[in-house]
């Protein structure tokens, strides 16, 4: 059973910086395409970011140039940076393995 375990999150000013890691278990990374999605209250889930097994990425235009994502095969763990964090970055970010298997989420919230 894979599972998935989100360290990471918490409070940050706007302009600041945080990183998000997706620790998994039960499967290498290297085999399937893993992601991260966010939610807010009264939004859809949106697709933050997209690594595929041949490390090809993709972004949401909204997170686009601030936005990293990557991948450490040797830990089996896949790392979101985020800079220049906005207010509306505010959302519970979720790590998503190979479609099917889901973390439990993680909160950022960017304030003053």
């Known amino acids: 059973q894979v599972q998935l375990v989100e360290p990471g999150g918490g409070l940050v000013q706007p302009g600041g910086s945080l990183r998000l890691s997706c620790v998994v278990s039960?499967?290498?990374?290297?085999?399937?395409?893993m992601a991260w999605y966010r939610k807010t209250p009264g939004k859809e889930r949106e697709q933050v970011a997209r690594?595929?097994?041949?490390?090809?990425?993709s972004y949401a235009d909204s997170v686009k140039g601030r936005f990293t994502l990557s991948s450490d095969n040797s830990k089996n763990t896949v790392y979101l940076p985020m800079n220049n964090l906005k207010p509306e970055d505010t959302a519970v970010y979720y790590c998503?393995?190979?479609?099917?298997?889901w973390g439990k989420g993680t909160l950022v919230t960017v304030s003053s």
């Open positions: 998503n393995y190979d479609i099917n298997s």
């Open positions: 039960g499967s290498l990374i290297r085999l399937r395409t």
């Open positions: 690594i595929s097994p041949g490390f090809a990425t």
